[in-house]
């Protein structure tokens, strides 16, 4: 079996040099014709077509982070070479912090937190509750699993309609309406593109329980900030739990920092301490992948956007 060149940008860090050469895979600089790219840096979109300008010999890029919608805007999948991103390989961590979201939400915490006398009794249980979650992907599996000791109902709502195992049913988006009355929890774990850009709005809110609880461990543009503040405002759902947030960071003196039935946490359900290792498993996995001719992990679709 032959090596491949394989470039790691914009910094060759040690631990993916490591997993390329584990792969077995020849680290190359970008000057050096490499025939991979492995981009190890989100933000730096164009440092990456600085890269693929240099070495046009690239046939295969690997990004760093599970949603592409960066790289999608720029039209930068042009059918010259495959891309993957991470998606699925974050799956474990991202669920595990939408279900400490949700629970930590339907427990009132955020409220016992700041209080500083006894109060009243809160707080709601999920065990056999209704469930959405929009987005069929790999956090979606990840958290129906975490979700089964709690015998939870899940819907999902995804862009087709091929059933997810572990649902209950699965509903194409333009069903969206019918799934979101009677759910004690929507969680948001799918792919920001230009059909899901705001897709959780005034409408959507207005369909909510008003015990229930949004979770958002997707993409902050998913939801219309400002219906979002009014809901909550109003007692329109009984909360929100948000990893990520429109804008983002979310700026110091903005609302949503004072209502006590908003949960923000800075876009770390998956840290880089958590990512790292497994984005390195990935690389290694699909450098021997690519290697062997064989088909690899987390191919992006262009069309669908991720
Ligand atoms: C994180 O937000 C990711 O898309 O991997």
């Given at each position: 079996?032959?090596?491949?060149?394989?470039?790691?940008?914009?910094?060759?860090?040690?631990?993916?040099?490591?997993?390329?050469?584990?792969?077995?895979?020849?680290?190359?600089?970008?000057?050096?014709?490499?025939?991979?790219?492995?981009?190890?840096?989100?933000?730096?979109?164009?440092?990456?077509?600085?890269?693929?300008?240099?070495?046009?010999?690239?046939?295969?890029?690997?990004?760093?982070?599970?949603?592409?919608?960066?790289?999608?805007?720029?039209?930068?999948?042009?059918?010259?070479?495959?891309?993957?991103?991470?998606?699925?390989?974050?799956?474990?961590?991202?669920?595990?912090?939408?279900?400490?979201?949700?629970?930590?939400?339907?427990?009132?915490?955020?409220?016992?937190?700041?209080?500083?006398?006894?109060?009243?009794?809160?707080?709601?249980?999920?065990?056999?509750?209704?469930?959405?979650?929009?987005?069929?992907?790999?956090?979606?599996?990840?958290?129906?699993?975490?979700?089964?000791?709690?015998?939870?109902?899940?819907?999902?709502?995804r862009?087709t309609a091929d059933p997810?195992?572990?649902?209950?049913?699965t509903l194409p988006?333009?069903?969206?309406?019918?799934?979101?009355?009677?759910?004690?929890?929507?969680?948001?774990?799918?792919?920001?593109?230009?059909?899901?850009?705001?897709?959780?709005?005034?409408?959507?809110?207005?369909?909510?329980?008003?015990?229930?609880?949004?979770?958002?461990?997707?993409?902050?543009?998913?939801?219309?900030?400002?219906?979002?503040?009014?809901?909550?405002?109003?007692?329109?759902?009984?909360?929100?739990?948000?990893?990520?947030?429109?804008?983002?960071?979310?700026?110091?003196?903005?609302?949503?920092?004072?209502?006590?039935?908003?949960?923000?946490?800075?876009?770390?359900?998956?840290?880089?301490?958590?990512?790292?290792?497994?984005?390195?498993?990935?690389?290694?996995?699909?450098?021997?992948?690519?290697?062997?001719?064989?088909?690899?992990?987390?191919?992006?679709?262009?069309?669908?956007?991720?």
């Amino acid at each position: 079996m032959t090596s491949v060149r394989v470039a790691v940008g914009p910094r060759q860090s040690r631990r993916f040099v490591q997993a390329v050469t584990d792969g077995g895979g020849e680290v190359v600089a970008v000057g050096e014709e490499p025939e991979a790219l492995v981009w190890l840096d989100p933000r730096d979109v164009d440092g990456l077509a600085a890269a693929l300008r240099a070495a046009p010999g690239i046939r295969w890029v690997q990004l760093p982070f599970a949603g592409v919608e960066n790289v999608v805007s720029r039209e930068m999948f042009d059918g010259s070479r495959v891309w993957t991103c991470a998606k699925g390989a974050y799956a474990e961590p991202v669920a595990e912090h939408a279900l400490a979201l949700a629970l930590a939400g339907l427990r009132m915490l955020p409220r016992r937190i700041e209080a500083r006398s006894w109060g009243e009794a809160a707080g709601t249980s999920l065990f056999d509750r209704p469930v959405t979650i929009l987005g069929g992907g790999g956090i979606t599996r990840a958290l129906i699993a975490l979700l089964e000791p709690f015998r939870a109902e899940v819907t999902v709502v995804r862009r087709t309609a091929d059933p997810v195992p572990g649902a209950r049913r699965t509903l194409p988006t333009a069903e969206l309406a019918a799934a979101l009355p009677g759910a004690a929890v929507v969680f948001l774990a799918l792919a920001l593109s230009p059909a899901t850009t705001g897709i959780i709005g005034r409408e959507e809110l207005a369909l909510m329980e008003p015990g229930a609880w949004l979770v958002n461990v997707a993409r902050g543009r998913h939801v219309q900030t400002d219906a979002l503040v009014e809901a909550l405002a109003s007692g329109g759902i009984a909360g929100a739990a948000l990893d990520v947030t429109d804008p983002e960071p979310l700026p110091d003196g903005h609302p949503l920092w004072g209502m006590e039935n908003c949960i923000v946490t800075p876009h770390t359900a998956d840290t880089l301490e958590m990512t790292q290792p497994l984005l390195a498993a990935r690389v290694r996995e699909n450098v021997a992948r690519f290697v062997a001719g064989r088909d690899l992990v987390g191919v992006v679709d262009p069309l669908a956007g991720y």
